[in-house]
RNA sequence: GCCUUGGUGGCGGAAUUGGUAGACGCGCUGGAUUCAAAAUCCAGUUCUUUCGAGAGUGUGGGUUCGAUUCCCACCCAAGGUACCA
């Protein structure tokens, strides 16, 4: 208590803290001064170039930030902020992908609508995101979630709908022009991207086609349609699962049965992209990884598709092929379970094998049969093909390592050139004919494609697989059995969800076909309903709406009680997935509150596309994607200017969290039986043992783990003890004998890492609080004692693993904000490392950057009682030396993103110029504007204090001047053998032969050489000198 | 398996075109200041050492006057992806 008073008394005798560096003060007052100015607010017509940096859209999740999110956003922002310095009208927006899962799911356990939640924790963003001093223009501010901005989602799902892919001109088209030449010439000449099962029909049979047969047939054109899709169906659930939601055939969440479903569902043709959307990769300055992992999702490869006749029936099964040159060296051929034809193919004797396979197979989920690759499962259909070319009969196989949904379903199996096949036709004894030249293939396949001869295969014998492909192609093409054909593994995207929280689709249903709501009755608003749940008939959320029903006449949606089918109908009960709002938000930010269109040209045509793109690697093959296809749809349609929207993409790394681990141990006794084993745990209570203790837990006789001598005695005691909460001694060596042994189960169990200090001891208190399950739990410390008083320590294990809620290792800005200051973290998060790389986070190091801060308002204020002072003084040539090489650092650090490497920069400029006790406005005030962009609220305050009444934010950057850097002498390192050795400071203006002369005759030198001759001598000037003997 | 990225002190990391390895910060050690603490400041801190020096950037080889940097082979870690015909 004395002290406590006497420190505050020591404080206000010395007036440091007046003019000492207060975060607090100085963060609040330039955040309102920013917003109350709107001083990042973006013009939509400027003279200065433009700049557009976006960061990726976040869900705003009831967790709010933690210290990994920011990552990205603060490295944007300085680039922001640069932009602004060097002289652009830089648009920086943010906004929130407010549609998605856990805010429903929040409301089926509670009723609160989403909206409320939604709201709720996009205040906490907000809040958070404001405190960290982001330079956002919030007057720009979207949520995908509001009607005002769903109205568009909803609109270009009204333009998809009404285009079709036409591959002629390489681009979407309207409907209506596909409908035209219908009417003239039937789709026999129509090359569109579309289903595979359209019927081809004349002008003359279009026309006499119902509505509804056309309509059914435009729906194959169109990209976005209805379709069968299997799905993964919960019944208990009521809702579609995806595959990492199914473990063992049973949902993760709840255990309930899970069944292969085709529903009738919303998808879109991004197919038709498949080539654009690589090809456009190549145009775009994206990170390589994701650049390959967006071409490998997309799967182009080349082939062939080779038609084989059914023997004996009129059925064809077509395969795709990459290797067409291998054709002489299939002899079976693999069709999945799945495959249409099986049905129709398979021979009465072989019937009931097939149905079986079939069954057992529909029961493994897709993923289980992809993790399975081990297992060689398949049956005989009874049915042979035809070869091609030989007419030989090939034996029909269907087998589940062939996918349905991949190529056709179907495989022409070459076991000489396949392993797989190879496998197969080893394990079901299938005739391996070899046709490659001078190759073993008695151990397994051979793959290799680029030294291979072709062999025993006719026409193609002695070719390369390169010419032998060519060939076989056109001998196929001929024959009418083939043509050369390129696959993708990319299937069209299902696009509906059964859920509530999504953007509802402007679709109604007459006569079961499809209509679309027009654009001038958009925004369609998601309906209000009682419960958030599917309906007990398995419809989805918005099966319960009472008010989901179109009246054509009167325009509007009313209620159910209305459809009549005649001009009032349903309206759709499936909502959007996450990704439709997200695939067009950053064009929409351009003209954010436009309500007539999506944006205007004017204003598209200004800002064009994003600069800069600053997100995390995990959207590459989902957002990235998507959002790329619809950019080139939008394009196609004239709507936006480019077709890729993003010029350069950075991933910023993951922050790793630091998790902490409590060591949970439980007793197991294992009684012998004739014949096996019985195990009891013994889980009554949990003890927890200290870090270092855990690994002296192992198998113990029974009779030994009484009388045990080799542990040591402190650890043995606590056995006991442990043990002996559950039984007592005396029941126990009744019932059991000396072949039983007790064993202790240790697992790890995280523990929140707000528990445990830097020492890694644990708050015992808190952690028995945290969990009821936890309240009584019982610990032993390193020494194996049982902790009961303060003294003890329980140590807790450490690991580094994703910053994640679930693995309790998360750490909140705020609290960093509020201890040392936004300007603190956004430094200490760039001077963790490269922008790229993924980090752990550590707070121990934070102090550096905070004292760095400090020294840096101190350098402003040298004056008597640290009072601010800054001279007019004309700066020595050393101070002009350091604040030149700091600008010209900075800026190609700025320009190559390497923003930790500015930190340490810093760091340096002010050590040196606080030695130099530098007072100089005309090296303090380029100085602030070049920490502007990483500290922008001291920088403001600082600038501010030096007179200057307008925000730093737009001030010009420093212009760096190569004068100032000039040296007239280099200290020379003098290596032997490529040794540096020592050091010599000589003149830049000698030349090679005197620099040469002066190392020589270096006292230095003739020790290191100790009498031998140098054989050569190095001099690069004015960077080493290198002596070689 | 394949693709990608990476491997440097006790820790985070730096070294821009091949030219002084370990900048900057944390931590640690010692000192100053203080009744004491916090804060601040100063010095030291890769390893080995016979105090002369020697070794050293995942491992092994190569190119070079000189390699963390370029080439070859391998090991390890992280991320992505997978019966893709």
Redesign the pocket.
């Known amino acids: 208590m004395i ?1 406590y008073f ?2 505050n008394f ?2 206000l005798k010395v007036q440091t803290r007046i003019m000492s560096y207060k975060h607090r003060e100085i963060e609040v007052k330039w955040q309102k001064y920013w917003a109350e100015n709107k001083t990042f607010q973006a013009s939509n017509t400027s003279k200065k170039p433009k700049y557009y940096v976006l960061d990726m859209f976040p869900y705003p999740s009831g967790a709010g930030l933690h210290v990994g999110h920011p990552l990205g956003y603060i490295a944007s922002d300085i680039y922001a902020r640069y932009k602004r310095h060097k002289g652009f009208n830089v648009l920086h927006p943010q906004g929130y992908d407010s549609f998605g899962l856990p805010a429903e799911q929040y409301a089926i356990q509670t009723g609160q609508h989403p909206a409320i939640t939604t709201e709720t924790n996009i205040k906490t963003y907000r809040r958070q995101l404001d405190g960290i001093g982001f330079s956002f223009d919030w007057s720009r501010e979207i949520r995908t979630s509001d009607p005002n901005y769903y109205k568009w989602t909803q609109w270009i799902f009204i333009q998809l709908y009404n285009s079709w892919y036409n591959k002629d001109s390489g681009k979407a088209e309207d409907i209506s022009d596909l409908v035209i030449i219908f009417n003239k010439e039937g789709n026999d000449k129509v090359n569109a991207s579309a289903d595979e099962d359209i019927q081809q029909f004349t002008a003359v049979q279009w026309n006499v086609f119902s509505e509804k047969e056309q309509q059914e047939i435009l729906l194959k054109y169109r990209l976005t349609y209805l379709s069968e899709t299997e799905v993964n169906w919960c019944t208990a659930l009521g809702t579609v699962l995806a595959n990492d939601e199914i473990i063992n055939g049973i949902s993760e969440r709840g255990g309930h049965p899970v069944v292969r479903k085709k529903m009738k569902q919303w998808s879109m043709r991004i197919t038709a992209y498949a080539q654009r959307l690589l090809d456009g990769l190549n145009t775009i300055d994206w ?3 994701l650049k ?2 967006q ?3 997309i ?1 182009r ?1 080349v ?1 062939a598709m080779v038609e084989f006749r059914v023997q004996s029936s009129e059925f064809r099964i077509g ?5 067409p040159d291998t054709v002489f060296g299939v002899s079976f051929m ?1 069709l ?1 379970p799945e495959h249409e034809l099986v049905s129709q193919i398979t021979t009465p004797e072989q019937k009931e094998a097939v149905q079986a396979y079939i069954t057992a197979t529909t029961k493994r989920s ?2 289980e ?9 398949g049956v005989f259909t009874g049915a042979y093909a035809e070869h091609p070319f030989t007419k030989k009969p090939i034996p029909i196989w269907i ?16 076991p000489c050139g ?4 190879y ?1 197969f036709a080893k394990h079901f004894d299938i005739d391996i004919p070899n046709i490659f030249e001078s190759v073993d293939i008695s151990e397994e396949a051979y793959a290799d494609k680029e030294n291979t001869i072709i062999a025993n295969s006719d026409f193609l014998n002695g070719l390369s697989y390169k010419k032998a492909t060519k060939l076989a192609i056109y001998e196929l093409e001929k024959l009418g059995q083939g043509k050369g054909k390129i ?1 993708y ?1 990319l299937r069209d995207a299902v696009f509906s969800r059964q859920r509530y929280w999504g953007e509802p689709f402007p679709v109604y249903y007459k006569d079961g076909m499809p209509q679309m709501i027009d654009k001038k009755y958009l925004p369609i608003k998601l309906p209000e309903v009682e419960k958030y749940l599917p309906t007990e008939d398995g419809k989805p959320p918005l099966g319960n709406a009472e008010v989901w029903a179109w009246d054509t006449k009167r325009s509007a949606v009313v209620s159910n009680q209305l459809v009549d089918n005649e001009t009032v109908f349903s309206l759709e009960l499936n909502t959007m997935p996450g990704w439709a709002g997200s695939s067009f938000y950053f064009n929409r930010y351009m003209d954010a509150h436009n309500e007539d269109e999506i944006f205007s040209q004017k204003v598209i045509n200004y800002w064009k596309e994003v600069d800069l793109y600053i997100g995390g ?2 959207h ?2 989902g957002h990235l994607l998507y959002s790329r296809f619809w950019q080139k749809f939008l394009f196609d349609k004239g709507i936006v200017p480019v077709d890729e929207y993003a010029k350069k993409l950075i991933n910023q ?2 922050i790793l969290g630091t998790s902490a681990f409590v060591y949970r141990v439980t007793p197991i006794i294992n009684k012998s039986l004739r014949g096996g084993q019985e195990s009891t745990l013994l889980n009554k209570k949990s003890f927890f043992i200290s870090f270092n203790l855990k690994n002296n837990f192992e198998l113990i006789s029974l009779i030994d783990f009484w009388k045990s001598n080799s542990f040591p005695k402190h650890v043995e005691e606590k056995i006991k003890e442990i043990s002996l909460y559950h039984f007592d001694k005396d029941s126990f060596l009744n019932d059991y004998s000396s072949n039983d042994f007790i064993s202790f189960a240790i697992d790890d169990v995280h523990t929140d890492v707000s528990f445990v200090n830097a020492s890694n001891e644990l708050d015992i208190k808190a952690f028995k609080k945290w969990r009821p399950e936890y309240k009584d739990a019982i610990f032993i410390g390193e020494k194996g004692e049982i902790i009961d008083g303060d003294n003890d320590k329980y140590i807790c294990g450490r690991e580094v ?2 910053m994640s809620k679930s693995k309790y290792n998360v750490v909140n800005p705020d609290a960093i904000c509020e201890q040392y200051g936004a300007d603190s973290l956004r430094l200490y998060e760039m ?4 922008l ?5 986070w ?1 707070t ?9 801060l ?2 840096l308002w ?1 350098l402003y204020h040298t004056g008597a009682g640290g009072t601010f002072h800054v001279t007019n003084k004309e700066p020595a040539a050393e101070e002009w030396k350091i604040l030149h090489k700091t600008i ?2 900075v800026e ?2 700025i320009d ?1 993103f ?1 923003f ?2 500015s ?6 400029a002010i ?1 040196e110029l ?2 130099q006790k530098c007072t100089s406005r005309e090296i303090l005030e380029p100085l602030l504007v070049l920490i502007s962009p990483y500290a922008p609220h001291i920088a403001e305050e600082l600038w501010n204090k030096l007179g200057n009444s307008e925000s730093i934010s737009t001030v010009a950057f420093p212009k760096f001047e190569e004068i100032y850097l000039v040296e007239s002498s ?4 003098i ?7 020592f ?1 010599m400071e000589l003149s830049l203006d000698l030349s090679k032969d005197e620099i040469e002369a002066a190392v020589l005759a270096h006292e ?1 030198t003739q ?2 050489l100790q009498g031998r001759t140098p054989k ?1 001598v ?1 001099v ?1 000037l004015g ?6 003997g």
């Open positions: 002290s006497k420190c020591a404080n990170p390589q990884p390959d992992s071409t490998n999702w799967g490869s082939g395969v795709f092929t990459t290797r693999t999945a897709e993923r049969r992809m993790a399975d690759v081990k297992t060689i499962s087998g589940d390592y062939v996918l349905a949904g991949y190529g056709t379903g179907a495989v022409m199996s070459v396949d392993q797989r096949d496998d696959n593994r690697s995990e590459a093959t790394g993951m693993e994703k001077f963790l490392g490269p790229e790389q993924a980090k752990p550590n121990a190091g934070i102090t550096g950057v905070h004292g760095f400090k020294k101190k010209k650092k190609e650090d190559n390497s930790n490497t930190v340490s920069t810093f760091m340096i050590n606080t030695a280099k200290i020379y390192p290596s032997f053998n490529g040794k540096m050795r050091t230095k020790d290191q050569k190095i690069v960077k080493i000198v290198n002596i070689v």
